[in-house]
């Protein structure tokens, strides 16, 4: 029920603008997040979006990366600005409810130097 895309190659400081589709009905939205994990590391946390808007990152993005949404539309988007070859990463939207998680299938992100 979530689609990625938006992933590519980029060089270092280019940007990039992902997103993350939802279809059907999901009720009890808690979050809407991103995440992220890199070849032989543990998947993290990058940026959330709440209902009410309010939004939160992680400390290595904070500043370049910005999450924002589309309600109408069902989407979240990443914008990412100034990427960093440690920016390299899967990256996965999440659907956080009160009665599940969904995932999306993850998008290949690739900052060269």
């Known amino acids: 029920q979530l689609q990625a895309s938006g992933g590519g190659l980029v060089q270092a400081g280019g940007s990039l603008r992902l997103s993350c589709a939802a279809s059907?009905?999901?009720?009890?939205?808690?979050?809407r997040r991103w995440y992220r994990q890199a070849p032989g590391k543990e998947r993290e946390w990058v940026a959330a979006?709440?209902?009410?808007?309010?939004?939160n990152y992680a400390d290595s993005v904070k500043g370049r990366f910005t999450i924002s949404r589309d309600s109408a539309k069902k989407t979240v988007y990443l914008q990412m600005n100034s990427l960093e070859p440690e920016d390299t990463a899967v990256y996965f939207c999440?659907?956080?409810?009160?009665?599940?998680?969904?995932w999306g299938q993850g998008t290949q992100v690739t900052v060269s130097s």
């Open positions: 059907g009905s999901i009720n009890g939205i808690k979050a």
């Open positions: 999440n659907l956080y409810t009160v009665y599940r998680e969904y």
């Open positions: 979006i709440l209902p009410n808007g309010s939004v």
